[in-house]
């Protein structure tokens, strides 16, 4: 299924012009406008799904082999220092546009860039509770 009114569907199929890094039946791999550092890359699925929880689950598995390839691209042509691979899910999570989308983000030594998040304390008792709760809704 394609959206209409979603421009990441409009990229992904080529109806709006995209720096493309890659492109094939399932997706299309292309630099981000507003890139985090150099060479900061977004796989876009050609289907119209909105996050993780919609996407299936072959669709997903292609894609992350397809992240490997790209990620290994990065490091062979960039020769960057290191490699972050992201994925929001939600306002809260920083989801911005609502089509499924990895980000591939090459990292330098002093690229100034922050993606880290503020370490928390946890409770031995909760995560014990939360650890099975999760667990158990695994299907
Ligand atoms: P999100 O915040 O949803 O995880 O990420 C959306 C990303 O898409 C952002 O990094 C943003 O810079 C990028 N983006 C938004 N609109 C466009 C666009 O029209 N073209 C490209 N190449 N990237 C876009
Ligand atoms: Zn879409």
């Known amino acids: 299924m394609v ?5 990441f569907c409009k990229i992904a199929g080529g109806e709006i012009p995209s720096d493309t890094v890659y492109e ?7 630099l981000d406008l507003n890139p985090a550092t150099k060479g900061h890359a977004l796989i876009l699925p050609k289907q119209h799904y909105a996050n993780i929880y919609e996407i299936d689950e072959d669709t997903l598995q292609k894609l992350i082999v397809l992240a490997k390839k790209v990620a290994c691209a990065m490091k062979d042509t960039l020769h960057c220092d290191g490699l972050n691979i992201v994925q929001n899910n939600g306002l809260a999570a920083g989801q911005t546009v ?5 980000h591939i ?14 370490p928390g304390k946890s409770d031995p008792a909760e995560q014990k509770k939360l650890a099975g709760m999760i667990g158990a809704a695994i299907k």
Not at 3 to 7: A, E, L, P, T, V
Not at 105 to 118: F, S
């Open 24 to 30: 094939d039946d399932l997706f299309r791999v292309i």
């Open 98 to 102: 609502f089509h499924f989308h990895l």
């Open 3 to 7: 959206d209409n009114d979603c421009i």
């Open 105 to 118: 983000i090459p990292r330098y030594e002093e690229d100034g860039q922050d993606l880290n998040w503020i």
